[in-house]
């Protein structure tokens, strides 16, 4: 507790968006969360001082590029991969009880949300001084920290230029976050990204070996040409029409799974034994074991360049991700837990699709059975909630340990079955080839369906004005 206590006393000096002293209308909350998606864009599109051209046009892993809302060689780098890895951290942390805080308690709340916005500024200043330590952007003969082309001024400028975008970030999602918008800037970034990317997909006028990045202007091209309209279908190395007619279709699948819930009945004598329901949804884990399944890709990756550009190639090096001389993943973890890029791809290389399958499954049970267990989502938690509550199960004892019991033939049954489905249905987007990636659709349907939820909230709101005052508003 005296760590978070200096944390939280070190983000009493960090800049903040004050807390709107009235109510919010939802035209105005429209409007500044307009304006700070504006503000992301024009941060993602604007390249670093002190870098070359050329290191701007860098492929960055669409991963890397959905999760964290990053772009290569823009003041939006790291994007909000600083933001969400503090969070994450805070949350599994407090979830498996290695930071003793109530987060019931409003204080204890103030707190670790300090804590975690000092933890967010410390990841960014390390990730920033390691990008410009390895020479991320320049060329360099020899050791990348001593033999590098950029001068020691030129680095010590970009590094401050990444911490400075990043603290911007932290002050939109704060200040979206108090009132002044609608959601949080995390998910309205996520969601900017990965409808960049969709939208690139299908209008891209870029030509890479003669034929459009788009679909649209791949398919005017082909069938103005005479061409098959199975080149449009489905087409090696681009987005093709089978991959659009698979983002719908998946789209709509996800809308309805995240619609069903699983119902325990329940009772509470304090309401004078009135009879209701606990609704569990029914994809219980959400997107969290593909997330965190993209995650561990993208550190194998990074952890797998660094041990290359530090020690050199090696046996370690290999198992983590194998490059042929052209620099194509070829081998190792990493290459088996890359996702396939489309229908073509996957059945080109049947025994990467079955290992890539496998694996994507098993991670995704494992990292769904972890969170459940550290964000308090399994039934020795829930069942202490209920109690507190004054609900209890019909027919049986007031008793938590009972009430664990008749939970846990829920909660543990939707955790595999859920992490299985939204694991499925990753692997799936990806073989079809869905826009955006399997990921960024889990993602961005999640994200719609919460802004879905707000609109209206704050529409019934403008629309019954008494229902301000019985919710305190």
């Not at 960090?14 to 035209?27: D, Q, T």
């Not at 960024?440 to 939820?453: C, K, M, N, P, R």
Request: charged share 10%.
């Amino acid at each position: 507790m005296g760590v978070l206590k200096a944390m939280y006393e070190i983000a009493k000096y960090i800049p903040s968006a004050p807390k709107p002293k009235r109510h919010v209308g939802l035209g105005e909350k429209l409007a500044w969360t307009g304006l700070a998606l504006a503000l992301y864009l024009l941060m993602a599109h604007t390249p670093l001082y002190g870098v070359p051209w050329e290191a701007t046009q860098q492929q960055q892993l669409l991963l890397l590029q959905v999760v964290f809302a990053s772009h290569s060689g823009t003041l939006m780098e790291l994007g909000i991969g600083p933001i969400v890895t503090a969070g994450l951290i805070m949350q599994i942390l407090a979830g498996a009880k290695l930071i003793n805080i109530d987060l019931t308690d409003p204080e204890g709340r103030k707190i670790f949300t300090g804590a975690q916005k000092t933890l967010a500024l410390i990841l960014a200043a390390v990730q920033a001084s390691m990008y410009v330590l390895a020479c991320r952007y320049w060329d360099y003969a020899g050791h990348p920290v001593f033999a590098c082309t950029a001068t020691p001024v030129i680095r010590v400028v970009v590094a401050i230029q990444l911490f400075i975008a990043t603290l911007f970030v932290m002050m939109l999602d704060e200040m979206i976050q108090k009132g002044w918008g609608l959601g949080s800037g995390v998910s309205l970034f996520i969601l900017a990204g990965v409808a960049t990317t969709i939208f690139w997909d299908m209008f891209s006028p870029i030509k890479v070996q003669e034929v459009y990045v788009g679909l649209i202007p791949h398919m005017i091209e082909t069938l103005s040409k005479g061409g098959s309209i199975t080149d449009v279908i489905v087409r090696p190395g681009g987005r093709d029409l089978l991959g659009l007619i698979a983002t719908f279709g998946m789209i709509i699948l996800l809308i309805y799974l995240q619609s069903v819930r699983v119902e325990i009945p329940i009772t509470s004598p304090r309401l004078q034994t009135i009879k209701t329901r606990i609704p569990l949804q029914f994809l219980y884990v959400t997107n969290i074991p593909i997330l965190f399944i993209g995650i561990l890709y993208s550190n194998i990756i990074v952890f797998a360049t660094i041990t290359r550009t530090y020690i050199g190639s090696g046996v370690v090096a290999d198992l983590l991700a194998k490059y042929d001389a052209s620099g194509r993943l070829v081998g190792g973890l990493a290459y088996y837990l890359a996702a396939p890029n489309g229908l073509l791809s996957a059945l080109s290389d049947p025994a990467h699709l079955v290992v890539y399958s496998i694996l994507v499954i098993i991670f995704a049970m494992l990292f769904g059975w972890l969170w459940v267990e550290v964000a308090g989502l399994n039934p020795a938690t829930q069942a202490e909630q209920l109690i507190e509550s004054g609900f209890e199960v019909p027919g049986f004892r007031r008793n938590p340990k009972v009430l664990e019991q008749i939970l846990a033939k829920y909660i543990y049954p939707l955790t595999i079955l859920s992490s299985i489905i939204i694991a499925l249905i990753a692997i799936s987007a990806d073989i079809l080839g869905v826009y955006g990636s399997g990921t960024g659709l889990l993602l961005s349907v999640g994200i719609l369906q919460q802004y879905y939820a707000l609109i209206a909230y704050e529409r019934t709101l403008e629309a019954y004005p008494m229902l301000k005052r019985l919710i305190g508003e």
